[in-house]
């Protein structure tokens, strides 16, 4: 029996309430299949903005298919929702959304992994009951308490809340982990995740008192033995990486967090780094390229090295299949060791704020 079952767990079909962020614009079908395989929750990230759209499809029908053959545990994509200056959706969301539905529909092993999307970015209404209507359970990020409502509103299944020191694209509304997660927790009624600042059962078991039913992390699971197709010298940057040493940039979506470099130097000096003209397709596609510069090619000073405060207090490599279950572990442990050293309730105590259940306990 899995340490901490509830409500996420079961929609999910996983054993442990650990989730791996999307990671785009790079490469993961090898850590999302490592991180399903361990109990947890994998993520196929979407493979950036390519000139060709129809190319970009073509390489993320690939990574889903290469996740699906590294394990037969469930996994989930995620698929940023781009909008434009005039609140238009970008092309690219539609192309992908459209690629993880067919490659369901075209493969019955594929549909029995690919169980769950997760949009991110832009408010995802407009693909809500398409994401429902082809059976997936539907995850979205939001930065903020009023997003989270509108999203449970819309009919998503599960709501990540993103803590503004998480790495890659942060909310804008720039709210931290501890004061987000509480008044979203209280303020829907579907499951909850929190992404930012986690990196072991501690936060989990935090994020669970906190009204949570799961964690989503990014910066732990790229320092892990399993992301093999990562340069080594990026996951050194992290490790090397001090309190401070971090910054958050306007990214693509918005603000986007990740470690100061001469790249994050010049974005924040020039809204038009380098030759880039004042045209934001190219401007966006810059950021991309130098992004993924950094992630395939090792260069951390003049590419985009995405990471989360969380990377300073990060000093190893894991290995997902032995870090997953012992994180729950731990979790567990915590919260079992808090309960027992609290004495009895005195008669006539009606619980805490927000009348939440246990944490892991929800039904």
């Known amino acids: ?21 999307g990671l ?5 079908p090898k850590l999302a299949a490592a991180v399903s395989a361990a109990g947890g929750l994998g993520t196929v990230s979407m493979p950036g903005m390519p000139e060709d759209l129809a190319s970009g499809a073509r390489t993320f029908r690939q990574h889903i298919e290469e996740c699906a053959a590294l394990t037969d545990r469930p996994f989930a994509v995620n698929i940023p929702v781009g909008v434009d200056a005039s609140g238009q959706v970008l092309p690219f969301t539609d192309v992908y959304v459209r690629a993880a539905l067919a490659a369901r529909e075209s493969d019955s092993a594929i549909a029995r992994q690919l169980t769950v999307l997760t949009t991110s970015a832009g408010f995802p209404g407009g693909y809500v009951a398409m994401i429902k209507d082809a059976g997936l359970v539907h995850q979205h990020k939001v930065g903020s308490t009023r997003q989270a409502v509108k999203a449970a509103k819309s009919g998503v299944d599960v709501v990540i809340a993103a803590g503004f020191e998480m790495g890659g694209h942060a909310p804008s509304k720039a709210v931290h982990s501890f004061v987000l997660l509480p008044s979203v927790t209280e303020s829907v009624d579907i499951p909850v995740l929190l992404t930012g600042g986690v990196r072991d059962g501690r936060g989990l078991a935090a994020a669970l008192a906190m009204g949570a039913e799961g964690v989503a992390m990014g910066t732990r699971f790229i320092l892990s033995h399993d992301n093999s197709d990562w340069h080594p010298a990026y996951l050194q940057a992290l490790l090397d990486a001090g309190e401070g040493d971090d910054v958050a940039f306007n990214g693509v979506y918005g603000p986007c967090r990740g470690l100061r470099n001469a790249a994050s130097e010049e974005l924040l000096a020039s809204s038009h780094p380098g030759d880039a003209v004042p045209d934001p397709v190219k401007l966006t596609r810059w950021k991309i390229e130098s992004m993924q510069r950094a992630q395939t090619d ?8 995405l990471a989360g405060q969380v990377a300073s207090a990060i000093g190893d490599i894991i290995s ?14 915590i919260l079992r060791s808090l309960c027992a050293s609290l ?21």
């Open 298 to 305: 090792g260069d951390v000073t003049n590419g985009l090295v």
């Open 24 to 28: 785009g614009p790079f490469r993961t």
């Open 343 to 363: 004495p009895k309730p005195e008669p006539g105590f009606h619980g805490v704020p927000g009348d939440h259940a246990a944490p892991g306990d929800r039904s």
């Open 320 to 333: 997902a299949a032995e870090f997953v279950p012992r994180m729950a572990e731990e979790a567990a442990a």
């Open 1 to 21: 029996m899995p340490p901490i079952v509830n409500r996420y767990t079961r929609l999910v079909g996983i054993d442990h309430p650990i989730v791996q962020e």
